[in-house]
């Protein structure tokens, strides 16, 4: 998987792009809470679920559907929008922020892939392309050189593109913002 701080990352990019002023701060806060929610399923590991199960690392809490309940969820906590972003807006939010999860874990190049299309389809898939070291799973092991290493390749792989995203949405609202003259 992708760190956790990654996820994070990418979850302020993403935001980056819809972000409007009006928006209170929590909903981007809760952005980042979906970005991270699909490794919750690394809980399993406790209860007996083997890594390749439905219910396993990279199942089924890595797939579009999740990513879809999880957004349709929280816009009902929502249900009238909030300023400047109405429910079907805010539902895109959270199903990109929640969605990319599971494609940033298909950009590693280790675990046995993501299964996007659970519950219809269980298999595993990587992106074609796999740049970024696989995160070693529990606080410990991060902490270590490999956890650095990681860091090292999501700096590249991830961080710097989704500064880079963040920075051309930020410039392509200042040139849409309307003239006050």
């Known amino acids: 998987m992708a760190s956790l701080v990654s996820h994070a ?4 990019g993403i935001s980056a792009c819809f972000y ?27 209860f007996g679920i083997r890594y ?13 559907v999740f990513a879809a309940l999880v957004a349709g969820i929280v816009v009902v906590f929502f249900r ?3 300023a400047a972003m109405q429910p079907l807006l805010l539902w895109t939010y959270f199903f990109l922020i929640t ?13 046995l892939g993501v299964a996007f299309f659970s519950p219809f389809d269980n298999r595993r898939f990587f992106l074609p392309w796999t740049p970024v070291r696989v995160s070693p799973i529990g606080v410990s092991r ?17 961080w710097l593109p989704t500064i ?3 920075v051309v949405a930020f410039l392509v609202r200042q040139q849409t ?5």
Not at 9 to 12: E, I, N, S, T, Y
Not at 31 to 46: H, I, K, N
Request: charged share 15%; with cysteine; glycine share 10%.
């Open 52 to 64: 390749a199960d439905f219910w396993g690392h990279r199942g089924f809490t890595h797939s579009l």
């Open 142 to 158: 991060f902490f270590s050189a490999r956890g650095l290493a990681v860091l090292q390749s999501e700096a590249l792989w991830i």
């Open 177 to 181: 913002k309307p003239n006050p003259d």
């Open 9 to 12: 990352v990418a979850a302020f």
């Open 99 to 111: 969605a990319s999860h599971g494609f940033l874990d298909a950009m590693t190049d280790g675990g």
């Open 20 to 46: 409007q002023s009006r928006v209170p701060n929590h909903v981007w806060v809760l952005g980042t809470a979906c970005s991270l929610v699909p490794d919750l399923d690394v809980l399993g590991f406790r």
């Open 80 to 82: 009238h929008g909030v």
């Open 164 to 166: 880079l995203l963040a």
